[in-house]
Nanobody, 115 residues
Framework: QVHLVESGGGLVQVGGSLRLSCAAS????????MAWYRQAPGKQRELVAS???????NYADSVKGRVTISRDNAKNTVNLQMNSLKPEDTAVYYC?????????WGQGTQVTVSS
């Protein structure tokens, strides 16, 4: 069982920056892929960025160039640095981790970008 706790969400103005963090605990196995997803009101949950254990990254087209995902394998943490935020980035952001062939999700953190 893996427990994910997100932090760092909040209210920011257009063009601003936020850094989301997620800490994983409880797993006695190595955590594989980690990612950030988001879900805006009335929309499906979508991938924002993902990172493998080796550090290979993947980004949604909508955030490329503005967002950076990173992880610390020793600490089982994953971060999402978001810059040049836009109103359409407003959503609940969820941390995701895969471990022992199971998928785990955090409870989400709200990001609101105001114009």
């Amino acid at each position: 069982q893996v427990h994910l706790v997100e932090s760092g969400g909040g209210l920011v103005q257009v063009g601003g920056s936020l850094r989301l963090s997620c800490a994983a605990s409880g797993s006695s196995f190595s955590i594989g892929d980690m990612a950030w997803y988001r879900q805006a009101p009335g929309k499906q949950r979508e991938l924002v960025a993902s990172i493998t254990f080796a550090g290979n990254t993947n980004y949604a087209d909508s955030v490329k160039g503005r967002v950076t995902i990173s992880r610390d394998n020793a600490k089982n943490t994953v971060n999402l640095q978001m810059n040049s935020l836009k109103p359409e980035d407003t959503a609940v952001y969820y941390c995701y981790a895969r471990a022992s062939w199971n998928n785990y999700w955090g409870q989400g953190t709200q990001v609101t970008v105001s114009s």
